[in-house]
């Protein structure tokens, strides 16, 4: 008997393998990778926000509504933890793009609003934020990307045979992934333009045309 357990370990190590077993393994670590790089981007844009609320505060106090806006965008933002549980609940994923969405929406409000301020618009430390806001940006949409192409490749072993039958016994289910609707609207970085309005000379202020 003892001279055929290593027999049956290896004829039932063979039929996972078959089964699509060590693949279903292999694309779900590459979700939680490409997922942790969407955190990690999104983490890094949050953390960006606080100096920039803080930096337009000192040159457009006024504009309450707008960074009360991005306060509240971010703080939401914060209430949501990414775990990697988050990927499996369609719910809360769905959630999760709501509020990143929300705060894309809210920055894109904030840097439209300091076009009216030439003298925030000149100011070295915005100008920085503005720059790592736009790279942050930009990473947010590649690690997306990479994220959106990883559930795809595993959800396609999931539903198809005979994987799905190996998928069903060890309870891999597909995962949600980002809509194509909040593809378009969240991964479009805030508009970064500086130049000055039509008909208007360099520096002068818009807010004073009004």
Not at 31 to 44: D, G, H, M
Not at 136 to 149: D, P
């Amino acid at each position: 008997m003892r001279k055929l357990w290593p027999i049956l370990a290896t004829l039932i190590t063979l039929s996972l393998a078959g089964c699509g077993y060590n693949t279903l393994q292999g694309n779900d670590e590459q979700i939680k990778a490409s997922w942790s790089e969407v955190v990690n981007q999104y983490q890094r844009r949050a953390d960006l926000v606080p100096n920039l609320v803080n930096t337009v505060k000192g040159f457009a106090a006024h504009e309450k509504d707008v960074l009360l806006g991005v306060t509240n965008a971010r703080a939401k933002v914060g209430g949501i933890q990414p775990s990697p549980e988050l990927i499996n609940n369609p719910e809360a994923f769905a959630k999760f793009q709501a509020a990143q969405g929300e705060l894309s929406s809210a920055l894109s409000r904030l840097l439209v609003v300091s076009e009216n301020y030439p003298q925030l618009k000149a100011d070295a430390s915005f100008r920085d934020l503005q720059a790592q806001l736009e790279g942050t940006e930009n990473r947010i949409t590649v690690a997306r990307n990479r994220y959106i192409q990883s559930v795809q490749v595993f959800n396609v072993t999931v539903r198809s045979f005979p994987s799905n039958l190996t998928a069903m016994a060890f309870g891999y289910k597909a995962k949600p992934n980002f809509a194509v609707e909040n593809e378009k609207e969240i991964a479009k970085p805030p508009s970064v333009d500086f130049a000055p309005a039509p008909g208007k000379p360099p520096g002068a202020p818009q807010g004073a045309a009004k």
